[in-house]
Every structure is written in C-alpha cells, then in structure tokens.
C-alpha cells in the first residue's frame, strides 16, 4: 500500500474511532484508539501519529467539556463553568464572559483570573471593549497575540490604556444571533494564543452558548412556571375569597328571604283568626261567625269584658274583608269629650267655633270606604247616641260650622264591655241605637271559661317575646303552666300577656319557667278563691256542674291528658271520668267540646 492511502486509511479509522466515541461518549474506546494508531504506526510518521493522538485527546477533552456544560441547568453556574474551562484549557491570564443585554449594552457577567478570582474586583474591567464589541458585530472570531501594535486595533484607546497584549475573543452564537462573547487575554505576554486555542476557544464558545440558551430556556420556563403557579394561587385566593362572598351573600339573602317571609307571614296572619289564638268551643263558635261577617257591611257588636280582644276581633273583620285596603280607624268613644263629640266624628270647618283654625275631617271622613270602630260604646251620653244614631241611618256628615253634606260609606264596628241590651233596659242607651249597631252580636268569652286556650296563648306571648327580644325561647314546666290555668285572670288575656311578659323577663337565663316565677297572687290563688260566684242568681245544680268540669278540665291539663292519672288525683275510676269527660265533652287534652254543648253554645251567640 502506498504511504499516501495508509495515511487515509489511517485518517478515516481514526475518524471511525471518534464517531465510536462520540456515540459511546465515554472514554472506553481509547484503548481501540490506541490499538489503530498502534497497527498503523510503520506508515505513519512519529509527528504525525503524536498530532493525531494530540488532536483526539483534545476531542475528548471538548466532549468531556461539553458533557459537563451541557449537563448544567442553572444559569449562573453555567457562566461560572464556561469560564473556568476557558481558563483551564487555554492559557490565559483573564477570563471574561459578556452577553448582550436587551438595550444591546454589553454585560460583564462573569470574571476570572489565573488564581480563579476575579482580576478587577470592584473595577469596571480593564479589558478591550472595541474587541469585544466588534466581534460580536461581525459575529467573528478575534485573535492577536500583540494588540498594542496590531493595526487593526490602533485606534482602540483600551487597547493601548491598558497595554494589553495577547487577546482572544469569539461570540457566542446561537444560530444566527449573537448573545455575547468570551473574551481571554494575556496582558504582559506576547505570542501567547495559537490558532488552536482560537479553535478551541470557538468550540467551546458554540457550546456554551448552546447551553446558555438552553439554561435561559429553564430559567424562563422556572420563571413562566412560578408566574404560573402564582397566578393560580391568586386565582385560588380569589375562588375562595369568591366562595366566601357568594356564600355570605347566599346566607344574608336567606336572611332576607326568611324575614321577608316572616313579614310576608305576619302581613298575611296579622288580621286573620291565625292571630286569634285558641282552640276552644267558646272561640271557634267567635270563629264562625267571623266567617260570616266578614265579607259583608254589616255593623258588628262585640261584647266582652276587658281584654278579652274585642280590637283584635274588630280588625280581623276588616284586614279580611272587602274593605282590608283601605282605613280601619278605631277610636274609644268614652275617650270623646260631649262638646267635641260631633268635630271629632264629623269633622270641621276652619272658624266653627274657638280653636278651629283649619277645615277637619271626623273619624267618619278619614274610615270612608274602610271601617269605624268605635270602642267603648256603652259609655257614649244619650245626646251624642243620638248623634250617631243620625249618621248610621242616612249615612251623611255635615262638618261642624260647615254647610255641605258629604255621603260617606263606612262600615262600623262598635264593643263595649258593659251588656248593652241591659243598658236598654236602664234607659241608658237608645234603643233604635243598639239595635242599628247589634246587626250581629259577637260575644267575646273571658279567659277564665276557656282556660284550655291558657297554655296555648301562653305558648304564643313566649314565642312573640323571644322573636321580639331575639332570645331563645322558653317553656313553662308543667307545674307553672297549672299553675296559669288555675287563675280566673280578670284581666282576660291582656292580664296574661303582661305576665307571661313578666315571666320571660324574670326568669333570665333559665330556658325552664317554674312556678315560683309567677306572681304571688296568680300562684297562690287557690282553686277556691278561682271560682267565680255567679252575680246574678243561677240555678245550683248547673253552677256546679259548672265547677266540676272545670277542675276535670284543669287536671286533664296539669297531668297531661293521663286519664288514669287525672282520675286517681280525682278520687274516680277511670271509667267515672270517661262519662263525665263525655258529659262535659272534654277531650284529653282538656280542650274541645262537643256534641250537645256544641250546639247550645253556637246558639248563645247567634
Ligand atoms: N285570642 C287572642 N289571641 C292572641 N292575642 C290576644 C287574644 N285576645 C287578646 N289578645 C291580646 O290581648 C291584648 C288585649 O286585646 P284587645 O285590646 O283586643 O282587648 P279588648 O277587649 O279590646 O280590651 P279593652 O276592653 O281593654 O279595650 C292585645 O295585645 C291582644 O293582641
Ligand atoms: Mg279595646
């Protein structure tokens, strides 16, 4: 073989051996290197055998170098290794890695010296920035080994301020654009760098700059990757602040909802019988005959001793009727001075007489279209009945001082607690009077002769005063509801209001109100003192039936509705009570009365 063709077979082996390595990238194929060069060596020259041996071991140290860089993904340490290698690999002095910042100003980045420190720490670098900025321009290499009299840098002043001599600088190159340069120089030495130390610094400049951009790649994916999970845990806090808003405004609209709906309750419930509490015959029988009143114009009477709810009674006719949308005036007649009686129902005229400075409607203008109830009508003087008498029959006002007559359409409701049609019988009250306002009648029983509606209008004031003060709501233990049950409660229901009031009130903190919370004189009233003596004369047998149905009633209440045990406590058979409870007609709860009694008291008030 020819020395020409061993020397490129020699070559291409070689090449071989470099591809093996490059691909294996390790060092393991040195020694197969090694054996190639060995069986070529008779066509090869010594030099030649040494300069391809020094060429594939700088190979390595360029795949080692590469390995190295490449493997390095922080930005910062990448620049800190490319310069060190630079420095190691290459005989220099000063070390310099520049990037180009955004503006395009050059940024010294990292610095090394011989002793792997910075050589001008604290100064701005005392290199050639003209060499510098020209390669990157040129995007080529720049190599001199005596600056100070090289002619192509005779105008850069650094160059000659600085002395500088034997100086190195390649860009560094990611395609086509140049993102910096590594700058190397020898200052006191002349001759220093060779055209192989210009390649390697190329080499490793291209590497580098490969993986600056894949580090900057990974520093702007972390940076993209914190921004990214910043803004979800923004969005996260402003879910959850959402969250919370909706759910507050979720909560403060079922508030709304749930007072709307108690206003809503209460508007529809106001003036309807759901505001007249109690079960009992005597109240239902009031509750039948409301049915049939309220949807005409008849005048109502109510009658029933005070606080019995003759107001409550007048204004569940109106707010149910026909007339519910407009005026309900109610007015206390007995509360009525004789000389003012006619401007109040009336009206005036301004000038009728001292005092009258302006026009004024009555009581009789201002319910016009809606209801007039006059309370306290047993208490009205004959002249003033009269009075009233005139305007319920034509149904016309003339304001006092006034000349004009006005047609009114006024629906009256009147009650007293007196009994009227006795007040006829005195010559105290016009006949022709009560009769015009006794269309119908409605008789309000008192509390004491429907002590079975007691717990429950007692349960009712609790509610309304814990809804009211917005404390929770309490519950009479059993003795102190007896104990209510037991009272004759003169004044009716108003008086039982007031103590339950009381109670609510005094029994603070505790959720249980026991007996020894009730007034004194409603806890000691004894069953004896409880029972009434009638006024007028009544015949004995009935009076005391009277009474034993009552205390049936209430030991029916105190023990529950236990038959057995209300008898025991009554001295009965179980049995002897079942026939009076049926006599009576007393349900187990004390309440509810029916058949016969039903129907006799239904005709009481009709
Ligand atoms: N059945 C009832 N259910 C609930 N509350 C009632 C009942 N009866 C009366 N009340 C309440 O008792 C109080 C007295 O009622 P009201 O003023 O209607 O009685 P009255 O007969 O007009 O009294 P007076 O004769 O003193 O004018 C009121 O607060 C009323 O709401
Ligand atoms: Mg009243």
């Not at 955004?102 to 792997?116: N, P, Q, S, T, Y």
């Not at 009769?435 to 429907?450: A, C, F, G």
């Amino acid at each position: 073989m020819a020395r020409d063709d061993k020397t490129k077979r020699a070559e291409e082996e070689l090449r071989l051996a470099r591809l093996l390595h490059r691909r294996a990238e390790s060092r393991s194929d040195t020694e197969e290197v090694r054996r190639i060069l060995r069986r070529n060596a008779k066509s090869l020259t010594p030099e030649y055998i040494e300069r391809l041996w020094q060429e594939y071991n700088d190979l390595l140290r360029l795949l080692e170098i590469n390995l190295d860089i490449s493997a390095e993904h922080n930005l910062s340490k990448l620049l800190d290794k490319s310069i060190d290698t630079v420095i190691e690999v290459i005989n220099a002095e000063r070390g310099y890695l520049i990037l180009l910042d955004r503006k395009g100003d050059l940024r010294f980045e990292v610095a090394r010296g011989i002793d792997h420190r910075e050589p001008d720490a604290g100064l701005p670098p005392a290199i050639s920035r003209s060499i510098t900025r020209r390669t990157i321009e040129t995007g080529r290499a720049v190599i001199t080994n005596n600056a100070e009299e090289d002619a192509r840098f005779a105008d850069f002043a650094s160059v000659q301020d600085f002395q500088l001599r034997s100086i190195m600088c390649a860009p560094l190159k990611i395609k086509e654009d140049i993102i910096g340069a590594l700058y190397v120089d020898n200052r006191s030495i002349k001759g220093n760098f060779s055209q192989k130390d210009l390649d390697l610094l190329e080499t490793i400049c291209a590497q580098a700059a490969i993986a600056i951009e894949n580090a900057q790649l990974v520093e702007d994916n972390l940076k993209q990757q914190r921004k990214l999970l910043a803004a979800k845990e923004e969005v996260e806090l402003l879910n959850k602040q959402l969250a919370e808003k909706v759910q507050r405004q979720s909560h403060e609209l079922a508030a709304v909802r749930r007072s709307l709906e108690r206003s809503q309750m209460c508007l529809e419930t106001k003036y309807n019988y759901d505001n007249i509490i109690g079960r009992s015959e005597p109240l239902q029988r009031v509750f039948r005959l409301l049915d049939r009143t309220t949807e005409t114009d008849v005048p109502v009477l109510i009658q029933g001793e005070s606080g019995t709810g003759k107001e409550l009674v007048a204004r569940a006719i109106h707010f149910n009727g026909p007339r519910k949308s407009h005026p309900f005036i109610s007015e206390n007649a007995s509360s009525i001075s004789e000389s003012l009686f006619e401007s109040e129902l009336f009206g005036h005229v301004k000038g009728a007489f001292t005092g009258a400075v302006s026009d004024r409607k009555g009581l009789f203008e201002l319910a016009d279209k809606g209801t007039l109830f006059l309370d306290e009508i047993g208490d009205l003087s004959m002249d003033m009945q009269s009075k009233l008498l005139r305007v319920i029959e034509n149904g016309e006002i003339r304001r006092v001082g006034g000349k004009d007559i006005h047609k009114v359409d006024v629906r009256i409701i009147t009650a007293t607690n007196k009994d009227p049609a006795a007040l006829v019988k005195q010559g105290l009250f016009r006949e022709d009077l009560y009769y015009r306002l006794n269309v119908v009648k409605i008789v309000l029983p008192p509390l004491r002769e429907r002590r079975e509606d007691i717990p429950l209008l007692a349960e009712h004031f609790l509610k309304e005063h814990a809804e009211k003060t917005g404390t929770p709501l309490k519950a009479l233990s059993p003795e102190a509801s007896a104990a209510l049950a037991e009272y004759d409660w003169p004044g009716n229901v108003r008086e039982l209001e007031n103590e339950i009031c009381r109670l609510a009130v005094l029994s603070a903190s505790s959720p249980v109100i026991t007996p020894e919370f009730v007034s004194p004189h409603i806890r000691n009233a004894t069953p004896s003192s409880t029972v009434t003596i009638p006024e007028q004369p009544r015949n004995l047998h009935a009076t005391i039936e009277e009474i034993e149905k009552r205390i049936i009633v209430k030991t029916l209440n105190g023990c529950g509705g236990n038959k057995s045990k209300s008898a025991r406590i009554l001295g009965l058979s179980r049995d002897g009570l079942r026939k009076k409870m049926l006599r009576y007609g007393i349900n187990t709860t004390g309440g509810e009365v029916t058949g016969k009694d039903k129907n006799n008291a239904e005709r009481e008030n009709e």
